[in-house]
């Protein structure tokens, strides 16, 4: 499964896709569009889940088995990466050409033992390292996204397209009305400010109120040394809530809780001693 610092920076996704990945009949959709400033984290996500997939072992992320190996080693024949530049006849392209969308599709007309992932995607050569780059109408032209219409509308079995993009916008409305979307949030610069908010709320939306006294001493403890904590939650709740909008339960959730959250702030500008408020802010958000 994903490993521990992706995990920490980005619990909902993580979260989210491990509950399907491991699940009997797994319900993954098959067409998903990322979206989000960060192009790389898209990538990184989007080849996890594909080695989650296919993987023959015990799917940890150290797992040896061959299809881990040559997923990390970029060569597994069902989990392809599609950019202009990745294209055996013409590095040189800046383009996604309708000849690569063909090959998709004809791809697919073979049975596969493999769970077969297409990353689509932009991508450049900086510094001699290959670089992902977020999709737009200059590097994924109309032509090419139309070619590929019928098949994400009539995926076969054991097939997931994924679309990365720094805004669900960047592709024609017909790909992303057909697509599952997924905010993933920038967290890599301030990963250390957000993990410590992200510590405070473990198990979220599933506070257990057994362990009422441990949130509430972590939250007082933070809250000694920074006194900027109520606004780190908030943006962290902000980003949780941008990653569910589809899901109508959590979202009310989240939307109720960052109530909470200022209103705990109110009282502590108001000077009320830390660990009331952070027992009445946990017991609030644990529906006590
Ligand atoms: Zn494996």
Redesign the pocket.
Same mark, same amino acid.
């Given at each position: 499964m994903f490993d521990n610092e992706f995990r920490k920076s980005y619990p909902f996704l993580t979260q989210y896709f491990e509950s399907i990945l491991t699940s009997e009949n797994k319900t993954l959709s098959h067409c998903i569009l990322f979206y989000g400033q960060n192009i790389e984290v898209q990538y990184k996500l989007a080849v996890e889940i594909a +080695?989650i997939l *296919? #993987? &023959?072992? *015990? &799917? =940890?992320i150290d !797992?040896? !088995?061959? =299809? #881990? +190996?040559w997923i990390r080693e970029n060569k597994h024949p069902s989990v392809v990466t599609v950019s202009p530049i990745d294209f055996k006849e013409d590095s040189s392209k800046t383009v996604i050409s309708v000849k690569q969308i063909q090959n998709i599709k004809a791809s697919l007309v073979n049975t596969s033992e493999y769970y077969r992932v297409f990353i689509i995607c932009d991508a450049k050569i900086v510094n001699d390292e290959w670089k992902p780059y977020g999709l737009n109408f200059d590097n994924f032209k109309a032509e090419a996204s139309n070619a590929l219409l019928k098949t994400i509308e009539e995926t076969p079995q054991n097939t997931v397209f994924f679309f990365l993009t720094r805004d669900k916008t960047d592709v024609l409305a017909t790909i992303s009305s057909r697509a599952q979307g997924f905010f993933v949030p920038n967290y890599e610069r301030k990963s250390e400010s957000i993990s410590e908010v992200v510590n405070l709320f473990e198990n979220y939306p599933n506070l257990s109120s057994q362990n009422l006294f441990d949130y509430s001493q972590k939250f007082v403890d933070q809250l000694k040394v920074d006194e900027n904590i109520f606004e780190k939650c908030l943006s962290y709740f902000n980003q949780m809530l941008k990653a569910n909008l589809d899901n109508n339960v959590l979202k009310t959730k989240i939307i109720k809780d960052m109530f909470y959250i200022e209103k705990a702030k109110k009282m502590f500008d108001k000077g009320i001693n830390p660990q009331t408020i952070s027992e009445e802010l946990y017991l609030s958000i644990m529906g006590k």
């Open positions: +080695r *296919n #993987c &023959k072992g *015990n &799917k =940890s !797992c040896d !088995c061959f =299809s #881990c +190996r």
